[in-house]
């Protein structure tokens, strides 16, 4: 069983480049995120479990995670292994995802990080405008519209969501990178740790992910 632990801050590319590793590797993409909602809304009784922490803005236990992921590393997809996308996100759960794993016979094959400046993240985060009459995207240097601050749509304002604003995405990187930072340390120790760059193209993030794991890049299609 291959498990593929993926690291990264808010705005690293984690999403897109799991999307991708599990379509080349034809292993599944799992994230506690997805797994909580389907739980939750399929009534499961860990779902439950888990809607009731939810509802009172708490976090949900590291036990009751990672039960959950391991409920769904048991069904037939992921009989060859998964890509966890952000998972885990403290120390203590990858303590419990190694011990979890352990007695099951296997464990992490590799915990890939990808790596992209503080300055970039902002960038990146803060960047995203929606119009303010039907929320069509935009981004300042990524897909910016033809006229600053107007939709090229319907010709309405660009609005920033609060939480897309600096100061907020700031707060939120800084108390996120530390939790990050505890976990990189857990698998740097475990010699499992493997560092890309992650402020190159996406293609070239994929190709190293790839060259990390071993894997041949001669079939990997360009975007």
């Known amino acids: 069983m291959r498990i593929v632990v993926l690291l990264g801050a808010p705005g690293a590319g984690k999403g897109t480049q799991a ?8 292993l ?7 797994l909580f909602r389907a739980a939750v809304r399929e009534g499961t009784p860990r779902g439950v ?13 590291d036990e009751v995670t990672v039960a959950m992921l391991l409920e769904r590393l048991a069904l037939p997809d992921a009989a060859g292994g998964a890509i966890l996308d952000g998972f885990p996100r403290t120390r203590a759960q990858a303590e419990a995802l190694d011990a979890a794993l352990h007695g099951r016979a296997t464990g992490v094959e590799a915990a890939l990080l990808i790596d992209v400046p503080v300055a970039d993240l902002l960038a990146r985060l ?3 405008w929606l119009c303010a ?6 981004h300042e240097t990524a897909d910016a519209p033809r006229v600053a601050g ?18 907020v995405v ?34 070239d ?4 992910l790839l060259e990390a794991l071993g894997e041949p890049l001669a079939e990997l299609p360009r975007s």
């Open 19 to 26: 999307h991708v590793l599990a379509e080349r590797l034809g």
């Open 28 to 34: 599944p993409r799992i994230a506690t995120g997805d």
């Open 49 to 61: 479990e888990a809607q009731g922490y939810m509802e009172r803005g708490a976090l949900v236990p």
């Open 126 to 128: 803060s960047g995203r």
């Open 133 to 138: 009459a039907a929320g069509h995207p935009y």
């Open 150 to 167: 107007v939709c090229d749509i319907d010709g309405s304002p660009l609005i920033q969501r609060d939480d897309d604003r600096p100061e």
């Open 170 to 203: 700031r707060a939120r990187l800084e108390k996120q990178l530390g939790a990050l930072g505890d976990v990189v340390g857990h698998y740097r120790a475990a010699g499992l740790l493997q560092i890309v760059d992650g402020s190159r193209p996406i293609d």
């Open 205 to 208: 993030v994929t190709a190293a």
